[in-house]
């Protein structure tokens, strides 16, 4: 079933509380000046805060520590478990294990400036603190990330859910702060600019990362 509503105006919308919008497919919005969003007290933050567990229920969090489940049929919502998260964190997103499916939450630190972050286990509740400045991606025991030094970055990766890390400076590349992607276990797709190597191999690329690869 669709459905689509067309107004010749403005809508205004005033909600006392959450107002939460779920989709098992896209989420689109489309203007024809700008889109504006603004947060009084915490600001605008991006990435999945719920996930579908099934074709009929909604996995999420409130209050930073609430699990909850959502049935979409009857409106049911159930507590499952509260997590363990120290209280200067603060919930940026759900995101799936991309080898195992867990659900995990990130968080980081609520504090002004803060490079602090963690991630919590949905299954077992289980957090584990990361090192400052470490927005990790995972796949399964598996974490790794890039650091940004300035003027070079490093790759850091973990092989042991972050009990014992490893880092290697990559210094044939200026890296492009924000990761193009990631994919499998350890590799990191980025933009670099190459100043090493003759005049015919200096300039922009589109570069893999993963600590085995020389």
């Known amino acids: 079933?669709?459905?689509t509503r067309i107004v010749k105006g403005k809508i205004t919308e005033v909600v006392e509380k959450d107002y939460n919008i779920f989709s098992e497919s896209n989420i689109i919005y489309n203007a024809a000046e700008m889109v504006t969003e603004k947060g009084e007290t915490k600001g605008v933050s991006y990435g999945i805060s719920a996930?579908?567990?099934?074709?009929e229920t909604v996995l999420f969090i409130e209050n930073n520590i609430n699990v909850?489940?959502?049935n979409l049929k009857?409106?049911?919502k159930t507590l499952l478990e509260n997590l363990a998260v120290p209280q200067n964190m603060e919930l940026a997103?759900?995101?799936?294990d991309e080898k195992n499916s867990k659900l995990i939450a990130y968080y980081f630190g609520s504090e002004q400036n803060s490079t602090k972050s963690g991630i919590c286990y949905l299954d077992k509740g289980q957090y584990i603190s990361l090192p400052d400045g470490y927005y990790i991606n995972t796949y399964d025991d598996f974490f790794y990330t890039l650091i940004d030094d300035k003027p070079y970055s490093s790759y850091a990766w973990s092989d042991d859910r972050g009990k014992t890390w490893k880092t290697k400076k990559i210094e044939?590349?200026?890296?492009?702060?924000?990761?193009?992607?990631?994919?499998d276990k350890g590799y990191v797709y980025k933009l670099a600019a190459l100043?090493?190597?003759?005049?015919e191999e200096?300039?922009?690329r589109l570069v893999i990362g993963h600590p085995v690869i020389k």
């Open 172 to 183: 044939e590349f200026f890296i492009v702060p924000t990761p193009t992607g990631y994919a």
């Open 1 to 3: 079933m669709s459905r």
């Open 195 to 199: 100043f090493k190597g003759s005049q």
């Open 68 to 70: 909850y489940e959502l």
């Open 51 to 55: 996930v579908m567990t099934s074709d």
């Open 202 to 204: 200096k300039g922009a």
């Open 93 to 96: 997103y759900i995101r799936k």
């Open 74 to 76: 009857d409106g049911k």
